[in-house]
């Protein structure tokens, strides 16, 4: 096996262990990861909705919220317009729910059916200015559809586009955008799913229900040092940081005309501190008695909020903060900023507890859609996945039993493998609405009757894409061949247009190359899809041939395309071309691992340590270890299923279960042999009883 062990820093990896107290192969795996910053070890090590980036970090926001609230008021009709795969399904779910919660009289959802293409069309627009619809909100498309937005503003149809693929360089004409990928929006995450950005507004609209909503506000504290009060005030809008000021005041020295404090104070906003009596004391001192300004004191409603302050000064909880190690401010005003921000959050259920329901279904879309599972992709999942394990909504609740599931703790692996084909099995079998209507449904007869459809939906999926992908595979290789290992391009008359984008997942991993399949529709439309392996962006690469096609769109791992029929020659020649010039990473066998792990460290503590790094995905994958020397200490029997291995491993004290999928040699890892293995730590579940097991990636023999 060809391994590499990636260099870590000592210096980074000591103060990572010492900061964030975490054991020593802890800190250095994740610094070998590439976490450097506490912004970074913060969506390692945390999951709560506070640390989230704010969506009133998006530029236009506001405008959403203002436009939305005037629709239920005003009982406007009310169109979520989706896509068809999981992330689109899941993100029109989250809309649609909160637009219901909220009120909303008459709202309806539209997604892809048949052979429809991605995004609004003109048979689209022309069916919503019959629908008499009069606010549209698009979800997981919409930045790409310049014309028919523009048409539908023309009629008097405001639109609101929630997406995250990357714009062309116009923008639509809507009412207000929120796609974090808009360079100078002000979200400060690109990475976020369809699915998230609908959440984050979902949030938005819930927050601006409450009094917190357009309301501004100052944090301070007040501590001293050796003759001088250093002052540090932050100015709040949203619970977003909008300016701050740190002051150092010689103590009967103070000076208001060289003070840029008192301007800062002095703008009759609510000012909060913890702990009012010893705030006023400090400013006294500061500013002389002939000051008096007036302070808000949330100890009260902080301790009923969180009881383990009560008694507690802010140094105290200085001390013992989880969120002011990830800061580089004073460790007291970083303390009280987050303080003040749970408090608010946790006051409102719609912010925090209930919001973990809209997490389960953002969770899903993130990981189906294959986001890079970094920044706060991490704790949307996390917190997701953890609510789907625990207290499931209605309609994941039939769904996790028939997949026995249930009280399992999932992973990112559970809904790649399980949860989303199964959701994604009715878009891709041309009527995602089966799949909307479970995740819209809180009867659970209604649940039961869904899921027992989407079922067998993925059944005649699993076939037809079996099917395909056994007709299409000569052509595969042919493929590969003619393009030197660097490219598969695919074209089928017979393809269904829904499984396109399946067939190009499974032919990009299988050869580790980009992949393009292309379906024909109705003799005079292509429509193909494009997955990427890691040195390539899709839609960047789509970018290059943008004149062929009629639509386009996507982001780096997934793109899809439709051109006319007659545009197909000339398009398989550019893209030819394009195949040639372009500069993507050259594949190679060697195995990255993030650590050597001798044998008195082979324990239990690699499975927390695997559980750190989930939940794994694209630029975050799962947690790969390197022995040396095991020995194998039995195969077990499959049933004569040569698609797998069960072993048990022993190296250092204990033996360990282990799995391989797909082994390359069977016959020659026998009882007794000594084995170099890479592999993930992993937890099987089984009729509720859970057992810690060895995935192994590669193995090897060691004599």
């Known amino acids: 096996m060809n391994v590499r062990i990636p260099q870590s820093d000592p210096t980074k990896v000591r103060a990572i262990k010492e900061r964030y107290s975490l054991d020593l192969l802890s800190a250095t795996v994740l610094e070998r990861r590439g976490v450097k910053t506490g912004a970074d070890l913060q969506y390692f090590l945390e999951n709560d909705v506070v640390y989230h980036h704010s969506p009133f970090e998006a530029e236009d926001v506001p405008a959403a919220i203002d436009r939305i609230e005037a629709a239920i008021e005003e009982e406007e009709r009310i169109l979520v317009f989706g896509d068809r795969d999981v992330d689109g399904v899941t993100a029109t779910a989250i809309i649609v729910r909160t637009l219901r919660t909220l009120g909303a009289k008459d709202v309806s959802f539209r997604l892809p059916v048949g052979d429809e293409p991605y995004g609004m069309t003109s048979d689209s627009v022309s069916e919503i200015l019959q629908g008499g619809y009069t606010l ?49 929006a002000g979200y400060p995450f690109p990475g976020l799913a369809g699915c998230a950005v609908a959440a984050k507004l979902s ?151 209930r919001f973990d329901d809209v997490l389960q279904l953002a969770a899903i879309g993130t990981v189906a859609d294959l986001m890079p599972m970094k920044d706060e992709n991490r704790m949307i999942v996390k917190r997701g996945l953890a609510m789907l394990s625990q207290r499931p909504l209605p309609c994941f609740v039939y769904l996790l039993a028939k997949l026995n599931m249930t009280g399992k703790k999932l992973n990112t692996r559970d809904v790649s493998f399980y949860i989303a084909p199964v959701l994604n099995a009715a878009g891709r079998m041309g009527d995602p609405t089966p799949a909307l209507s479970l995740l819209l449904s809180d009867d659970s007869a ?81 429509s193909g899809s494009m997955r990427c392996r890691d040195g390539w962006n899709a839609k960047q690469f789509l970018d290059g041939l943008s004149p062929f096609f009629e639509s386009y769109g996507g982001h780096a791992k997934a793109a899809g395309f439709s051109l006319p029929q007659e545009s197909k020659a000339a398009f398989l020649s550019a893209l030819s071309s394009a195949i040639e010039e372009a500069e993507g990473l050259p594949q190679s066998d060697e195995i990255v691992v993030d650590a050597q792990i001798p044998a008195e460290y082979m324990t239990e503590g690699l499975w927390r340590l695997s559980e750190l790094i989930e939940p794994c995905g694209q630029e975050n994958g799962e947690l790969m270890l390197y022995i040396k020397g095991a020995r194998i200490a039995d195969v077990l029997p499959t049933r004569g299923d040569r698609r797998m291995m069960r072993l048990t491993v022993s190296f250092g004290r204990f033996s360990w279960p282990a799995v391989w999928w797909s082994p390359h040699d069977n016959e020659s890892f026998s009882k007794g042999a000594a084995v170099d293995i890479v592999f993930t730590p992993d937890t099987n579940y089984w009729k509720g009883q859970s057992k810690m097991q060895m995935v192994i990636a590669e193995m090897e023999r060691a004599d």
Request: glycine fraction near 6%.
């Open 203 to 353: 949030w938005a609209l819930e927050f601006a229900r409450t009094p917190l909503y357009g309301s501004e506000c100052i944090v301070l504290h007040a501590e001293p040092r050796n003759g001088t009060v250093r002052i540090n005030a932050v100015r709040l809008e949203n619970l977003v940081e909008i300016d701050r000021i740190t002051e150092e005041v010689v103590e009967g020295a103070f000076s208001a005309e060289r003070s840029r404090l008192m301007d800062f104070l002095a703008v009759s906003l609510p000012i909060f501190v913890l702990d009012g009596e010893t705030e006023k004391k400090m400013l006294r001192r500061a500013f002389g008695s002939n000051v008096d300004i007036s302070l808000v004191d949330i100890r009260e409603q902080l301790e009923r909020i969180m009881p383990r302050a009560k008694g507690h000064t802010l140094f105290d909880l200085a001390m013992v903060s989880r969120a002011a190690r990830y800061q580089e401010g004073d460790r007291e005003i970083e303390t009280l900023l987050s303080l003040f921000r749970s408090l608010s959050v946790y006051s409102y259920p719609a912010l925090s507890s």
């Open 136 to 184: 549209v909100i698009t979800v997981d498309c919409g930045i790409a559809s310049i014309d028919e937005i523009a048409t539908l503003e023309r009629s008097g149809v405001d639109v609101i586009v929630l997406d995250h693929h990357i714009p062309g360089d116009e923008l639509p004409p809507a009412v207000a955008i929120f796609d974090p990928r808009v360079e100078g």
């Open 446 to 526: 209604e649940c039961v009757s869904l899921t027992d459809t989407l079922l067998e939906m993925n059944r005649a999926r699993q076939k037809s894409e079996e099917d395909v992908l056994l007709s299409v595979r000569e052509k595969a290789a042919e493929s590969y061949a003619s393009h030197e290992g660097r490219f598969i391009v695919v074209e089928d008359s017979r393809m269904p247009r829904g499984l396109t984008g399946a067939i190009a997942s499974k032919l990009a991993s299988q050869f580790m190359v980009p992949c393009i399949v292309m379906a024909t529709i109705e003799g005079e439309r292509i």
